[in-house]
């Protein structure tokens, strides 16, 4: 059989695989709510502006919103022979209302609908994702309160560089996740125009309110141009760049996760909760959960690379390759939000283990620096040569097996006999950390500060969301 939705030209039906690499009911079906919602809103615009009948109007948005809860119910059969969630849900409603179904399409195509669907599926997905960003920094600004003043070792390269405060550290990821919201944002600001009314590529030429239906559809306004609105999948592109990054961040906290976690650091623990045990080996508890965070990542940088090259050299407008730009963003976005999922509970519920991190920061010569500037406060000398005598007396507690503070004041002086016992007060780990008190720096009462800023910013945004 020909499709009944268009093919009054076609004598034959499709071949099984014309139909196995056309159809997109499989994955599109997720737009269901959206594209009900987007005919809606098109249905009233075309009766308001009297391009049907109210009767017709009220028989479909009816019947629309008889569709949707079967939908949601699990009522409604899916079928591949009317290709994607466009054609399934009209075709749904002829066997509902009859006829006056027929009259939902006029003045719009299939292209500036699925424009339509998808960006409202990514506004939603946006809005969403910034919740979950919001709720993530919520439990690093409380593990960042509960260790203003936790000592761990900082690193450069991965090797001891100077103590800083775990609380530190913890805000660095709400950083990275305001960020992180601010791309989405932006992301999400641009793409709040409506395409409806652009119709297949040109427009159309009933008098239809384009202004109305955006208003409607919670857009700014609507896009000033038709080609482009069928043609435009920037707005998928931006937010899986924006979720790449996100993604590469959590990443980043998922492998220092990794890392804590091990014997050989001993620095955090996870919970039975967040671990999982090893069918042979009694004694593990692997953190599944931080690697899966780690190498989900990879799907989301995957779908951001798949839809630029899907659209790459697409002449406009509207193209079939077009269809392919839903089933990796789907996934990018699904694992994204699981992973922000996984790694605030990971957050909330891991413990850490103080001594363990100050003892590491005590190893390493990580106050030398401190020594170093020292030398130059106290002793005037200039920062290059302050350098170089902290690192003969670094060598000397290396051949000692000591800390710079196990050096005695005589092999101190044997290197500098300008140094007196006062450089003792600069060498311990709670002095560095508390002396580190510049803007943005370790300092526990910089962090306890910072900390209770992040606090009342994100309550400040709590209330704002609220009020909306
Ligand atoms: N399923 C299609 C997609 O996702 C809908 C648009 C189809 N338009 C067309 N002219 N064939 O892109």
């Known amino acids: 059989m020909s499709n009944k939705m268009w093919g009054g030209r076609f004598g034959q039906g499709p071949d099984r695989i014309m139909e196995e690499i056309n159809a997109s009911i499989d994955f599109d079906k997720r737009l269901f709510a959206q ?27 009816a019947g629309l919103e008889e569709i949707r809860k079967d939908i949601e119910v699990g009522q409604f059969t899916f079928s591949r022979a009317l290709e994607d969630i466009h054609m399934n849900v009209e075709s749904r409603l002829a066997e509902l209302i009859g006829p006056a179904a027929g009259r939902l399409h006029t003045a719009r195509s299939r292209n500036d609908q699925v424009a339509t669907d998808f960006k409202l599926y990514v506004r939603d997905t946006i809005d969403h994702l910034d919740e979950q960003l919001a709720q993530l920094q919520k439990a690093l600004v409380e593990k960042a309160e509960a260790h203003a003043a ?37 992301a999400r600001r641009r793409l709040n125009e409506s395409p ?42 931006e937010t899986l760049s924006a979720a790449a990054i996100a993604a590469t961040h959590l990443s980043r906290l998922a ?19 967040f671990t999982t045990g090893s069918s042979i080996m009694p004694q593990k508890r692997n953190p599944d959960a931080a690697e899966l965070v780690r190498a989900k990542t990879g799907r989301v940088m995957g779908a951001l690379t798949t839809l630029l090259v899907v659209m790459k ?9 077009m269809q392919e730009d839903k089933e ?10 699981l992973s922000l999922a996984a790694m605030t509970g990971m957050v909330e519920t891991l413990t850490v283990n103080e001594h363990a991190m100050r003892a590491a920061a005590s190893r390493g010569f990580a106050t030398a620096t401190d020594l170093a500037d020292w030398l130059v406060r106290k002793l005037g000398m200039p920062f290059r040569q302050a350098h170089h005598v902290t690192g003969s007396l670094v060598a000397r507690a290396e051949q000692k097996g000591v800390d710079l503070d196990g050096l005695t004041l005589a ?24 002396s580190r008190t ?17 606090r009342r910013e994100l309550a400040r945004e709590a209330a704002k969301a609220g009020e909306k």
């Open 411 to 434: 092999e101190m002086q044997e290197v500098e006999p300008r140094i007196t016992d006062e450089v003792y007060s600069v060498l311990g780990v709670d002095n560095s950390v508390r």
């Open 328 to 337: 990796a963003a789907f996934d990018a976005l699904d694992a994204l939000s």
């Open 35 to 61: 594209d009900i919602r987007g005919s809606q809103a098109h249905c009233s615009m075309l009766a308001a502006q009297g391009i049907i009948s109210s009767a017709d109007a009220e028989q479909i948005v």
């Open 255 to 273: 492998e220092e996760i990794v890392i804590w976690s091990t014997p050989g650091f001993d620095f955090v623990r996870l919970p039975d909760s």
């Open 313 to 321: 050299g697409l002449p406009l407008a509207y193209s079939k390759d």
């Open 438 to 454: 510049s803007f943005g720096g370790t300092a526990p009462d910089n962090v306890r500060e910072a900390a209770s800023w992040w």
């Open 196 to 237: 409806l009314g652009a119709a297949a590529l040109a427009g159309t030429s009933f008098p239809i309110d384009r202004a109305r239906t955006a208003k409607e559809l919670g857009f700014d306004r609507p896009t000033r141009n038709s080609l482009d609105s069928v043609s435009d999948r920037d707005f998928v592109l």
């Open 150 to 186: 936790t000592i761990m070792p900082g690193f450069t390269h991965l090797q001891t560089a100077q103590p800083v405060t775990f609380g530190h550290h913890c805000l660095a990821y709400v950083e990275m996740a305001a960020r992180d919201r601010g791309r989405f944002a932006d």
